[in-house]
Structure formats: structure tokens, C-alpha cells
């Protein structure tokens, strides 16, 4: 199993352009979740999923897209990317039955300019 | 709203030293409460669990205990080597949602 995987690993976006993080996970979870670090920072929830077809809002959605169409992948859109969202984006996933227990993928590493 | 409070860092050890970080937690119900690690590089690690008051949960070596009428969550090792060398960080669980705490870097030299 390669558990959850994240794409790209490293990217630089200048003000305004858009893109997509890739979130994949092979564990047949139902939970998914994004967060994003900041720098001497604990981790916020941005968005997060219970299943295909449901997307809740965490702490920081502002700025973020997300959608569940598989169990298997959650993307994160950052549209009209600004320099306050330049951090490190981990997704994470949980089955229903253990939920407490989050498996993360390495992170993104997202620089703005 | 619920938070997770725990010390500062960085924090530097000699190595097999007494390890102790503090964690406090406010939430309204009753969360579960965990302590994960990040090594250099890597997502977060689930360390230990505890999901009611004074359970103790022990992983590794570490432990923690669930103390409901000091909302804390304090994270301790009783002898720690240099591969304990990380970022530990306290977090609850409450509903569907997680809160972690600012995280304390720990940092063990022989």
C-alpha cells in the first residue's frame, strides 16, 4: 500500500494564478482532510470529507475549493493565490471505524510570489 | 472555541534525560485527546490516544494521561534517545474536527 500520496511536492506560484494539490490515499477510507502548517505553527483544518459527495469546512476555508467524487482522492483548488497562503499543505485520511487515527501524506510545500 | 495549548520550544536533551511536554487543552463535550510526531521531512505520526478521562495512553516509551479536571494532556518519557529527535504535537478530537496545538520541537544530543 502507498497509503496517502501528495502531488506536486514543491511549487512556486505567483499572485493570482490557480492550481490544484493532489490528494490520493489506496486504504479505502471514508474520512479525508486538508490542513495547511504555517511556520512555527500547529496544523489548521481547511477542509475536510466524511465520504464521496460530502465536503465541510474546517478552520481556514477561505481562499480553498475542495471535492470528493472518489473515496479515493481529494483535491485542494487554490484559486487567486496570495502570499498568506504560502505554507505547507498535508492531507491526511481515517476510516470511519478508527477515526481518530489520521495517516498523512508528505506535504506540499507552496510558495506564492 | 475548542484549542490545544502546549509548551514552547524548542526544547534540547542530553540523551536518556527525563522528557516532559505540556499540553492543556479547552473544549466544550468531551474530545479525545493525541499526541503526534513529525520527524524531519515527513506527515504526522499518530504517537498515543486517549479517549476518556484518565486513560493513559503509552507508546514507545511515552506517556500520557487523559486528566479531565486539569485539561491536560502532558507528555512524558522517562528516558529519551536521539531518535526521539522530532516535533511533537498535542491535538483533540472533537465532532468530525481536529485541533493541534503549535507543536514543540524536541531535539536529543548524546
Known amino acids: 500500500n502507498a497509503g496517502v500520496t501528495q502531488t506536486p511536492k514543491f511549487r512556486i506560484l505567483k499572485i493570482g494564478q490557480s492550481m490544484t494539490l493532489q490528494c490520493t490515499q489506496d486504504m479505502n477510507h471514508n474520512y479525508m482532510y486538508w490542513y495547511r502548517q504555517d511556520p512555527g505553527m500547529g496544523l489548521k483544518l481547511i477542509y475536510y470529507s466524511v465520504g464521496a459527495g460530502i465536503t465541510d469546512k474546517g478552520e481556514v476555508p477561505n481562499g480553498y475549493n475542495v471535492s470528493r467524487s472518489t473515496t479515493e482522492d481529494f483535491p485542494l483548488r487554490l484559486e487567486l493565490a496570495a502570499p498568506s497562503q504560502t505554507s505547507v499543505y498535508f492531507c491526511?485520511?481515517?476510516?470511519?471505524?478508527?477515526?481518530?487515527?489520521?495517516?498523512f501524506g508528505p506535504g506540499t510545500r507552496l510558495t506564492v510570489t | 472555541g475548542d484549542s490545544v495549548t502546549q509548551m514552547e520550544g524548542p526544547v534540547t536533551l542530553s540523551e536518556e534525560a527525563f522528557l516532559t511536554i505540556n499540553c492543556t487543552y479547552t473544549?466544550?463535550?468531551?474530545?479525545?485527546l493525541f499526541w503526534y510526531v513529525q520527524y524531519p521531512g515527513e506527515g504526522l505520526q499518530l504517537l498515543l490516544k486517549?479517549?476518556?478521562?484518565?486513560d493513559k495512553g503509552s507508546n514507545k516509551g511515552f506517556e500520557a494521561t487523559y486528566r479531565k479536571e486539569t485539561t491536560s494532556f502532558h507528555l512524558e518519557k522517562g528516558s529519551v534517545q536521539v531518535s526521539d529527535s522530532a516535533v511533537y504535537f498535542c491535538?483533540?478530537?472533537?465532532?468530525?474536527?481536529?485541533?493541534f496545538g503549535t507543536g514543540t520541537s524536541l531535539t536529543v544530543i548524546p
Open positions: 473544549a466544550t463535550g468531551y474530545p479525545s
Open positions: 491526511a485520511s481515517s476510516s470511519k471505524t478508527v477515526s481518530y487515527e489520521q495517516y
Open positions: 486517549a479517549t476518556k478521562a484518565d
Open positions: 491535538a483533540l478530537l472533537t465532532g468530525n474536527q481536529f485541533y
